[in-house]
């Protein structure tokens, strides 16, 4: 049972547009939510992040809304640049039980290559 | 700051063979640690978590194993490989909600 789904594998976009990543969740419990951008032959790198208790959280060209209702999140990329093209994942936590780990579920990636 | 280690960068290993990966960090105290697969075109999947010294649990039934002998290493092991081993494996270290941070990570290949 896949818990966070990113639909598209791929995106490709125009340098200077707006990018958008979609992610979907199936987990209510989900409190954290957060971006990771993965370059080949690398580890992720984090982007950005929100909590359920907000909708927004924006950070330079890069902002994340999150529709709890829906349990669908995206990050916004504008304007998009050549070296934003990577694999972005989603992922989301959930604070266990014992309230001492936050474990990450991810989603299996969107390839986002942006032409310039 | 802190930094996270993971070696080696890439391993060829044949079936049957042992592994050994270790991963360390560094300026933090406690932290929790991950070990991550990431398997040709699939996402990353959560293999192993530690919150302490000898607290290993598994989230799902493989042929890996994991240890933390000491408090900023993790290390994953097999003692025999199988193909369906092959892999980018991911070492991470996180503390509250924040996330995790990752290393370089492992390129496995089991040949």
């Known amino acids: 049972d896949q818990q966070v789904k990113q639909n598209s594998p791929s995106l490709s976009v125009q340098e200077g547009r707006i990018s958008i990543l979609n992610c979907d969740y199936t987990?209510?419990?989900?409190?954290?939510f957060l971006w990771y951008k993965k370059y080949p032959a690398e580890g992720p790198t984090f982007l950005i992040s929100?909590?359920?208790?907000?909708d927004k959280n924006e950070d330079g060209r890069f902002t994340v809304f999150l529709n709890k209702s829906a349990k669908h999140l995206s990050l916004h990329i504008v304007p998009s640049q050549p070296g934003d093209s990577a694999v972005y994942f989603c992922?989301?936590?959930?604070?266990?039980?014992?309230?001492?780990?936050?474990?990450?579920?991810f989603g299996k990636g969107t390839l986002l290559t942006v032409n310039p | 700051s802190q930094t996270i280690h993971q070696w080696p960068a890439t391993l060829v290993q044949p079936v049957g063979s042992p592994l050994s990966l270790e991963c360390t960090v560094e300026?933090?105290?406690?932290?929790?640690l991950y070990w991550y697969r990431q398997a040709a075109g699939r996402g990353l999947q959560l293999l192993f978590y530690?919150?302490?010294?000898?607290?290993i649990s598994s989230e799902v039934p493989q042929n890996l194993s994991a240890s933390r002998p000491q408090d900023r290493q993790f290390i994953l092991s097999s003692k025999k490989l199988l193909l369906s081993d092959s892999g980018f494996y991911l070492c991470?270290?996180?503390?509250?909600?924040?996330?995790?941070?990752f290393g370089q990570g492992t390129r496995l290949t089991v040949v």
């Open positions: 991470a270290w996180g503390r509250g909600p924040g996330g995790a941070f």
């Open positions: 987990n209510s419990m989900f409190d954290y």
């Open positions: 929100i909590s359920s208790i907000k």
């Open positions: 992922a989301a936590s959930a604070q266990n039980s014992g309230g001492s780990n936050y474990k990450l579920t």
């Open positions: 300026g933090t105290s406690n932290p929790n």
């Open positions: 530690s919150v302490g010294i000898g607290q």
